[in-house]
């Protein structure tokens, strides 16, 4: 496809994306121009417009990191300099799901982040809306899917993660960062979390072999006190991460999809609070699947605010 007449880069874009969805074998020709790869380099408005459908087909077709690599130079607008983040991360994250054999992706999901290049904001909001209504309405089927991906498709899932962080807006991502009231509603929601019964029989499990180290220490053995006593705090975290699984992931997730924030940020609020809260802290921290769980929710509260993509 060679150029005739200047490009209309929104109108273009309108038209390659539908190829994109549909064809991707066309919208790779379409790319693949000599004129319009050459008119990148000096117009960034083109630019955008091919690193967003370049975004959509990285999901689609490996041919999109070669098309990628064949621009001589991209403008150092800071649009494209965002859209070429984005589109790293979507090269790595779409090889990634190409190469997983049939991996487990809960509605609108894929719908989400592979279509954002192409998708305008009216869609966007329309997806980024049915996805939160689909995470409310059953937060543990998307956190149980995503413990399937993490087990099967690790490289996919580990891929997600930045592509996600990528969609999420900076007022979502760090505790420090987070508005009033959205702060204050976490504080109230972690206030009411439950495993209060759990945490005083991992505590109960932790005080008991401590004593129990001590007597061995001061009647039998001082080095077997010391092996009893350290197994037993090993055994009591064991415990605790039990705990988590059974009384509190749960409602971790319900917290993270109803707020739309990440995993980093309740983590923090957790360990601030101390407590029992603090306890929780470490196994919300080694759980993968639910830092995925959270940073969808966040990515898809920040489309519903602002449907355009990276700024």
Do not use: K
Request: net charge neutral.
């Amino acid at each position: 496809m060679e150029l005739s007449g200047p490009l209309d880069p929104a109108a273009w874009l309108d038209e390659v994306g539908v190829f994109v969805a549909r064809d991707p074998d066309t919208a790779v020709r379409r790319l693949e121009a000599r004129e319009l790869l050459d008119a990148v380099g000096h117009d960034p408005t083109v630019a955008v417009a091919v690193l967003r459908a370049l975004a959509a087909l990285a999901w689609r077709s490996p041919a999109a990191r070669a098309i990628y690599a064949r621009v001589p130079a991209w403008p150092t607008h800071r649009q494209v300099v965002r859209w070429r983040e984005r589109v790293e991360h979507d090269l790595i994250a779409g090889h990634e799901f190409r190469a997983c054999h049939r991996p487990i992706l809960p509605p609108y999901v894929l719908d989400l982040v592979a279509d954002a290049g192409v998708a305008g904001p009216d869609e966007r909001r329309a997806t980024a809306a049915a996805l939160l209504a689909e995470l409310r309405a059953d937060p543990m089927h998307y956190l149980e899917s995503f413990d399937v991906l993490d087990t099967r498709c690790f490289p996919l899932a580990e891929a997600l993660t930045p592509r996600l962080l990528d969609d999420v807006g900076l007022d979502r991502r760090e505790l420090d960062v987070l508005p009033a009231p959205l702060a204050a509603e976490l504080g109230q929601r972690l206030t009411r979390l439950g495993g209060r019964l759990a945490t005083m029989l991992v505590a109960l499990a932790g005080g008991a072999s401590l004593v129990a180290g001590a007597g061995i220490a001061i009647f039998i053995e001082p080095a077997l006190g010391i092996m009893a006593g350290g197994g037993g705090v090993a055994g009591s975290s064991g415990l605790r991460g039990q705990a988590y699984r059974r009384s509190v992931r749960r409602e971790l997730a319900v917290v993270v999809c109803d707020l739309g924030i990440t995993r980093a940020a309740v983590r923090e609020a957790m360990r601030r609070r101390g407590g029992r809260l603090a306890g929780f802290a470490a196994p919300l921290g080694n759980d993968r699947p639910m830092r995925l769980l959270a940073m969808l929710a966040a990515a898809a509260h920040t489309a519903l605010d602002d449907g355009d993509g990276p700024a």
